[in-house]
T-cell receptor, first 114, second 112 residues
């Protein structure tokens, strides 16, 4: 296992289009998180899964955003009707119960909405 | 909402010297305080954390100090190396270590 994998690394899309990102966590990790990071800022929490259950969603996650983790393994984040303000780095992280040293981030998907 | 923040946006340090990065936080209910390192094009990398009932924790070349009285957190890096150049974020989490709230970040530049 080489860590948290995210696909694609980069995505350029036209305003109004839908996009979907995938995250493959570290296999033994029960928890999976999505964050968004804009230039010069720290990552902002979007949502969190414990196995397949989505336990918390940020107010940042508007109705256009949806995340799933259907079998408690990989997760997808979909953005519908993208807006220029959605341009950001979308980071996925996973951790075992208890977090700490095992709280591992992927390298992110860079979204540019033109 | 409550957040963590940093005093200095950029810190330049001579190679071999010690670095100290400071952070102020506002959430008294935080249970864990964490330092992350982020290099260009990569996700944040865990460095060290400290639980709210501790005031000091040491790792390899790093020490985190927590002063709950003044709500201050610091990261000390001993014998700073060029590979330490990155953006450093302080962050906090509640009980259960689930959602992590990040501060703005400090860019550390190591001068050879």
């Amino acid at each position: 296992d080489t860590g948290v994998s995210q696909d694609p690394r980069h995505k350029i899309t036209k305003r109004g289009q839908n996009v979907t990102f995938r995250c493959d966590p570290i296999s033994e990790h029960n928890r999976l998180y999505w964050y968004r990071q804009t230039l010069g800022q720290g990552p902002e929490f979007l949502t969190y899964f414990q196995n397949e259950a989505q336990l918390e969603k940020s107010r940042l996650l508007s109705d256009r955003f949806s995340a799933e983790r259907p079998k408690g393994s990989f997760s997808t984040l979909e953005i519908q009707r993208t807006e220029q303000g959605d341009s950001a780095m979308y980071l996925c992280a996973s951790s075992p119960d208890g977090g700490g040293y095992g709280y591992t981030f992927g390298s992110g998907t860079r979204l540019t909405v033109v | 909402g409550e957040s963590v923040g940093l005093h200095l946006p950029t810190l330049s340090v001579q190679e071999g010297d010690n670095s100290i990065i400071n952070c102020a936080y506002s959430n008294s209910a935080s249970d864990y305080f964490i330092w992350y390192k982020q290099e260009s094009g990569k996700g944040p990398q865990f460095i060290i954390d400290i639980r709210s009932n501790m005031d000091k924790r040491q790792g390899q070349r790093v020490t985190v100090l927590l002063n709950k009285t003044v709500k201050h957190l610091s990261l000390q890096i001993a014998a700073t190396q060029p590979g330490d150049s990155a953006v450093y974020f302080c962050a906090e989490s509640g009980k259960g270590y689930q959602k992590v709230t990040f501060g703005i970040g400090t860019k550390l530049q190591v001068i050879p």
